[in-house]
């Protein structure tokens, strides 16, 4: 009877347990049971490497005095996340360093934590099947080249090189006045650009060297990363920006050369740019985006957003920017009753303990919608797009299908599982 009793309780113990080991063998982008076709990785092995660079002769707008616009030499942090050779038996595993909080805010202090992922620190890269296009990503305001490594890892196992760059005043840790955001996200952005397209060229003698196809390049932002890649991808912002940034900094005009009414701005298009993915792109509901700006957008471009989003808005925000790209071949991918983040890695177990600021847990969870489940879905159709657009695959099945996900399953995703969103495409005119 004693062993009868010790055989169910072991049973017990491994059933009721189970869901708690799964969780924890569970690592950011791994896919869930119904994880839409195209979420799972790719078959590269993935290195990742840190690198600092330097910025030279920068706007300091945070030093800016009386429309006297002072220079710095502007210090960028990325990570590079790339195919990759790893040794024998070695796992591909690695602990990222990241940070909750905001610096500055005495309520939500800085604090520490490491999360897993599967790539392998500064393994060698794959040097023989020739160059990957060039993926380049942006976090919103705070965050960190961190903030979405289920997407930035999976691309890479796909065959992109994927950078993420750490926006100096925009991170966690050294978060700073918003206009210093407003004015260098895109200018940042541009910069890794042109600094990858010089890493990468053949005979570089760095890692990266023959491995960068730069004139193949998407530009993948959320938030104000979503601000700033429209704009480098070609939409100009407002006066009414130009006005705002003014009377924030004291009278700086340095924005205005971003401004759609500034002739020179056309000159900064980027032909290298065959691709945009937007995430929760902020600004259309203050004032920062107008149909005459929005039409400078001419790339390829794929909105993701939730149609409760209360930071940047849906339907005069995110949805009318979308509406507005007229000259843009673009979707609109909706998580409805989801709020702003549609994009974040999941709430790190840190985010959880008790008497922590509930704002840390929300800036990465939504309220209805399980983080992964987004996750899987974001890394699904990021693949499709950016596969047609970048590798000239044969996805458009994943994207050519019914707005409204509840009438039929979409194409890819299995049997009772694509239910809750909308799709929308809109053709260039």
Not at 201 to 226: E, H, R, W
Not at 394 to 419: H, V
Request: charged share 20%; proline share 5%; aromatic share 12%.
């Amino acid at each position: 009877m004693k062993n009868n009793f010790k055989l169910l309780f072991s049973i017990v113990f491994l059933f009721c347990s189970t869901p708690l080991l799964l969780a924890q063998n569970f690592l950011y982008g791994d896919p869930l049971p119904d994880a839409p076709e195209l979420a799972a990785r790719g078959d590269y092995p993935v290195g990742v490497r840190t690198l600092s660079l330097v910025n030279k002769d920068q706007i300091d707008i945070l030093n800016s005095k009386a429309g006297k616009d002072p220079l710095y030499d502007r210090p960028l942090t990325i990570e590079i996340w790339y195919p990759a050779v790893l040794p024998s038996n070695t796992n591909a595993s690695v602990i990222y360093n990241e940070f909750m909080g905001t610096a500055g805010d005495t309520l939500r202090p800085i604090i520490p934590f490491t999360f897993e992922g599967r790539a392998l620190r500064d393994a060698v890269p794959i040097a023989s099947e020739g160059s990957f296009p060039l993926v380049v990503v942006s976090h919103g305001y705070v965050g960190s080249r961190y903030l979405m490594t289920y997407l930035t890892e999976n691309l890479a196992s796909k065959g992109y090189v994927v950078v993420a760059i750490d926006h100096t005043d925009s991170t966690f840790k050294d978060a700073n006045a918003f206009y210093s955001t407003l004015l260098n996200r895109s200018k940042d952005i541009r910069f890794i650009i042109n600094a990858m397209a010089a890493f990468g060229k053949q005979g570089s003698n760095g890692f990266l060297s023959g491995l960068v196809d730069v004139d193949n390049t998407a530009i993948v932002g959320y938030s104000m990363g979503g601000y700033g890649v429209l704009n480098v991808a070609g939409a100009g912002y407002s006066d009414g920006l130009t006005q705002f940034f003014g009377g924030m900094t004291g009278g700086s005009t340095a924005i205005a050369a971003l401004a759609a009414s500034n002739p020179e701005f056309k000159e900064l298009s980027d032909s290298r740019i065959k691709a945009v993915v937007a995430f929760a792109p902020w600004g259309m509901e203050r004032g920062v985006w107008d149909a005459e700006g929005l039409k400078g957008l001419k790339i390829p471009t794929f909105f993701v957003a939730g149609s409760q989003d209360d930071i940047s808005g849906y339907e005069k925000g995110i949805k009318a920017i979308y509406s507005a790209a007229v000259n843009a071949d673009r979707y609109l991918l909706t998580y409805k009753v989801a709020r702003h983040n549609i994009a974040p890695n999941p709430p790190p177990a840190e985010a959880l303990a008790p008497g922590l600021n509930i704002n840390e847990y929300y800036r990465y969870a939504d309220a209805t919608w399980d983080q992964r489940r987004i996750n899987n879905i974001n890394q699904h159709f990021v693949t499709a797009f950016l596969g047609i657009y970048l590798k000239q695959k044969d996805f458009a099945k994943y994207l050519d299908i019914q707005e409204d996900s509840n009438e039929k399953d979409w194409t890819g995703f299995k049997p009772r599982s694509s239910t809750g969103m909308e799709l929308l495409h809109a053709v260039a005119e």
